[in-house]
């Protein structure tokens, strides 16, 4: 769970992860701790989408006005984080809405923007997945599919860039989930309670520190959480330059044909995953293992 987080982190096109398993096993943990390892990365000042300024292509309405109006646009460094969308979500409050009255009075559309607005760039994470409204999946898989969030009411319409890295958890006894969703997974990873007892007594024992503040506790994570962070910002720069051999990328073809996989999408997401991998364990190319 904890390594298939991180190769999405360092590799976003890997296409998320989704989290499977009984409830009390840490995975909306995991995933909400996730945020304070994630890298920072530029955004265009004052954008409530975060656009990236490089990517001028990809810039959202408002950004591209202000390039042709001024030449350059102002920058400034944030954190990655995880955006969370609400089980209970309406339709309006994860797409955006159009002030429609506004639009037919002056001719300026007013856009108020959704969850998929701050997961741009982002990850957004949908806890209990499964039990998500159909109509709310369908938007998902659209602007996962575009990159693209287009909100339409009443002839009126708007679009901004909605990128982001898609990470769910659900509890497979409360219901399965859409194949069209499943299938928008890059990773899935099965997670189980611990059955050794000690195992299960030093987790205990740790939940204790941290709610009462040990701050011996505290400072001994945070040094590891520190070194976890930079190691991921080094892999995200080092990527780029993993090799992938064309023999390795014919073992990843047949095991996928030995596997019966439908579609190419597998093939694509190891050859992602293993490049991510080897950047993180510091290697200029995949291993066989």
């Not at 505290?218 to 993993?242: K, Q």
């Not at 044909?257 to 190319?285: K, Q």
Request: net charge negative; glycine share 8%.
């Amino acid at each position: 769970m904890k390594l298939a987080l991180i190769l999405n982190a360092i590799v976003p096109a890997i296409g998320g992860v989704l989290i499977r398993g009984e409830k009390g096993t840490g995975k909306s943990t995991a995933v909400r701790a996730l945020a304070r390892l994630l890298p920072e990365h530029q955004v265009v000042e004052g954008c409530h989408y975060g656009c990236d300024p490089a990517d001028v292509d990809n810039l959202c309405a408002d950004c591209r006005l202000r390039l042709a109006e001024h030449g350059v646009l102002p920058v400034h460094t944030r954190r990655m984080r995880v955006v969370e969308l609400p089980i209970n979500a309406s339709e309006d409050r994860v797409v955006g809405t159009i002030d429609i009255e506004s639009a037919l009075r002056s001719g300026a559309r007013r856009f108020e923007p959704g969850v998929l607005a701050d997961a741009n760039r982002n990850i957004l994470y949908v806890d209990e997945v499964n039990l998500l409204d159909d109509h709310l999946v369908d938007v998902l898989l659209d602007a996962a599919a575009m990159g693209v969030n287009l909100v339409e009411r009443e002839g009126v319409s708007f679009a901004h860039p909605s990128r982001f890295i898609l990470v769910g958890t659900m509890n497979p006894e409360e219901g399965e989930l859409r194949p069209q969703l499943l299938d928008r997974f890059g990773l899935c990873v099965d997670v189980e309670g611990i059955r050794d007892p000690d195992q299960r007594v030093l987790i205990a024992e740790r939940d204790a520190d941290f709610k009462r503040g040990d701050h011996e506790f505290l400072n001994e994570f945070a040094a590891a959480d520190h070194n976890l962070s930079r190691a991921l910002a080094e892999a995200i720069g080092a990527v780029v330059g993993v090799k992938v051999t064309p023999g390795q990328t014919r073992l990843v073809s047949s095991i996928c044909v030995e596997a019966d996989v439908l579609g190419h999408r597998a093939d694509v997401v190891i050859d992602r995953a293993m490049r991510a991998l080897a950047a993180y364990r510091r290697h200029h190319t995949p291993t066989r293992e």
